[in-house]
């Protein structure tokens, strides 16, 4: 069948290299891409939010499936447009419809839900311009620390974890009167800051049916050892060692199962992939966040562990199948490195040539593209996140050295990256 992905980034890049390897793709196109979804289909000129162009496009090349990679889309209803269309409604959508994809779009409708549901979450309040002195008198009497989150799409940054009762009322402030993430911040959740360990979750789910991906756990700080400002992502690691039997059980009764069996009682239309953002208390798992779609750079660890055909799984799920559906998993640990160009997640200067990318590779080490772009006959630096270099280990501390190992022929000016992801497991 013909495939058209959409998206730009590494996730994407490993989205492309696991769907290449189906039995059932005959052709895929990536839009926009980047050079490295190039060595697994073609790129076309497309915008991930371009909707009339791309249902064009798929009525041109006869595209059977679509797969959505970035929340944008999806929160802005690319599945309801082809739903909508006669002409491309038989196209398979792996995406949630507009309103589903509000458990990543609007936080207050995912808090919303997950208080319907008996999900177990962070205990909040929301506010608004109209309710700000409300929410004044609330951060001055919480104790700290306080999180602060925009309500809707921010770009991996709307959210503060305030220290002080200062910061809280300045970024408070910020968010609702002076409109820092312009329209998110309109509405503003407030929730209590837990303490525990973070781990991400992956479901595939029909909207009633569900199968689930190896767990993942990510590393936002720019420093080692978790220091520093957050990123978008510095590393990756699968399994995570924590997550044992007990634990695992508990999420799927406490966390996966309502949350699929409230998607059906909602009459949310949800055909594709469920992030949980998971936080362990004292080895009870709150639910921080959902995603609608992959995470990244999770799906640079979760996709090279799966062995099952993922086309398969998706066929499986449009054809209310999954119930049926086997995952299988690849024993070995998967580590993914991030190399970000100097300055991230601050300013940075883009256009800085990259060499050694074709010779890095090892045996069990693959390397996915973001922030890359083709100029001049050779490569050079488009973004924050350049790339992810991810291995198979027989643990978490080989899978991270054999990234290293690649990483130590790749240059370009600036380059940094963070050489203890999987620090707290490599005892």
């Given amino acids: 069948m013909n495939i058209l992905l959409l998206g730009t980034g590494g996730r994407e890049h490993a989205m492309a290299w696991k769907i290449k ?10 839009a926009p891409g980047n050079p490295g979804t190039a060595f697994c289909g073609e790129n076309i000129a497309i915008g991930v939010n371009d909707f009339p162009a791309l249902g064009a496009f798929c009525l041109e090349k006869n595209i059977q499936m679509l797969v959505v990679g970035p929340e944008d889309p999806l929160v802005n209803g690319v599945y309801n447009y082809f739903k909508a269309d006669p002409s491309l409604s038989t196209i398979t959508v792996v995406g949630p419809s ?6 990543e779009g609007s936080k207050a409708f995912a808090k919303a839900f997950m208080e319907r549901n008996g999900i177990p979450t962070a205990g909040y309040r ?37 220290q002080t009762t200062e910061e809280a009322l300045d970024s408070f402030e910020d968010m609702i009167q002076s409109s820092r993430f312009g329209t998110a911040s309109e509405r503003v959740v407030v929730e209590e800051f837990l ?55 508990k999420v799927m009764d406490q966390v996966v199962k309502p949350t699929i069996s409230g998607l059906l009682k909602e009459n949310l239309v949800y055909k594709g992939f469920v992030f949980f953002g998971l936080i362990n208390v004292g080895g009870e798992p709150f639910v921080i966040e959902y995603n ?5 750079p999770e799906t640079e660890v979760v996709l090279p562990r799966l062995k099952s055909d993922l ?9 209310g199948n999954l119930a049926n559906s086997i995952v299988e998993i690849d024993p070995r640990a998967a580590a993914t490195v991030v190399l970000v160009s100097g300055g ?19 045996e069990g080490t693959q390397i996915f593209y973001a922030g890359i772009s083709a100029k001049n006959n050779g490569l050079e630096t488009s973004g924050g996140r350049v790339a992810a270099v991810t291995s198979y280990g027989k643990s978490i501390a080989d899978a991270v050295a054999s990234s290293i190992v690649a990483i130590d022929k790749i240059e370009f000016e600036g380059m940094a990256f963070r050489k203890d992801i999987g620090y707290e497991f490599k005892n």
């Fill in 311 to 319: 086309v398969e799984l998706f066929l499986d799920m449009e054809n």
């Fill in 195 to 249: 303490t525990g360990v973070e781990l991400s979750m992956f479901a595939l789910t029909d909207g009633k049916d569900f199968v689930l991906l190896p767990e993942a756990k990510d590393y936002k700080r720019i420093g080692e050892g978790d220091t520093g400002p957050n990123t978008g992502g510095m590393g990756a690691v699968s399994p995570v060692p924590f997550a044992d039997a007990a634990f695992m059980k």
């Fill in 292 to 296: 609608c779609r992959m995470g990244d």
């Fill in 126 to 162: 929301e506010f608004t311009k109209e309710n700000y002195s409300e929410g004044v008198a609330y951060l001055q009497s919480h104790s700290l620390p306080i999180v602060l989150k925009a309500d809707g799409l921010a770009a991996g940054k709307g959210v503060v974890i305030a």
């Fill in 98 to 103: 507009a309103k589903a994809a509000l458990l």
């Fill in 21 to 30: 390897q189906s039995a059932h793709c005959t052709a895929l196109f990536i």
């Fill in 344 to 362: 991230y997640p601050g300013d940075f200067v883009k256009g800085k040539k990259i060499s050694g990318l074709t010779t890095a590779f090892n």
